[in-house]
C-alpha cells in the first residue's frame, strides 16, 4: 500500500513537472519577443547606457583614488561581460527567426543550454570582479553596492 502511495506522488509530481516544463517551452519561458532572451524583451542596454550606469554607480561609491584601479577593472570586465552577453542574445535572437521553425527541438534546447553556459561563465567572471572590488571599499561603499545589486547583479545595468 505505501509503495503504491508512493509511486502515485511520485507520478503526480512528475506529470506535474513534465506539465511545467512542456508550458514553459509552449509560452517561451525566459524568452521576450522575437524568440530573444527576456532581457530581450527589455530595451536591451548599449554600451553608452552600459558605461552611463557604471559612472552613476562610480559617484554613487565615491571612488577615491586608492580604489581607482580595482574599480577601472571592475568597471572593464563588467562592460566586456554585458557587451558579450547581448552580442550572443541579439545573434541568437538573428538565427531564431528562421532556423527555430526548422530546428529540432532537441537542437533549440541545446541551444539554450549553450547560451546558459556563456551566461554562468559570464556571471563568474564578473563575480571575479566584484569580489576584487569589494575588497577595497569601506563598509560605507559595500552597503551601497550591496543595496545597488540586489538580485539583479551583476547582469542588469
Known amino acids: 500500500m505505501m509503495k503504491r502511495t508512493q509511486k502515485m506522488v511520485l507520478a ?3 506529470a506535474l513537472g513534465i506539465g511545467a516544463m512542456a508550458t514553459s517551452y509552449a509560452t517561451g519561458m525566459g524568452m521576450g519577443p522575437g524568440e530573444g532572451c527576456a532581457m530581450a524583451g ?5 554600451p553608452a547606457q ?20 580595482a574599480w577601472a577593472t571592475f568597471a572593464k570586465t563588467i562592460k566586456q561581460q554585458r557587451v558579450g552577453m ?7 535572437m538573428r538565427q531564431s527567426s528562421s532556423a527555430q521553425s526548422t530546428q529540432p527541438a532537441a537542437d ?25 572590488l569589494y575588497v577595497v571599499l569601506t563598509p560605507q561603499q559595500k552597503e551601497i553596492l550591496d543595496a545597488r545589486f540586489g538580485q539583479n547583479m551583476p547582469m542588469q545595468f
Request: proline share 0%.
Open 108 to 132: 533549440r534546447i541545446g541551444e539554450r543550454i549553450q547560451l546558459m553556459k556563456q551566461r554562468t561563465a559570464s556571471m563568474e567572471i564578473a563575480a571575479t570582479a566584484m569580489k576584487q
Open 50 to 69: 552600459i558605461d552611463s550606469h557604471l559612472a552613476q554607480m562610480k559617484k554613487d561609491l565615491s571612488i577615491d583614488s586608492k580604489q581607482e584601479a
Open 86 to 92: 547581448m552580442s550572443a542574445m541579439q545573434e541568437r
Open 12 to 14: 503526480v509530481i512528475t
Open 42 to 46: 527589455k530595451k536591451m542596454a548599449n
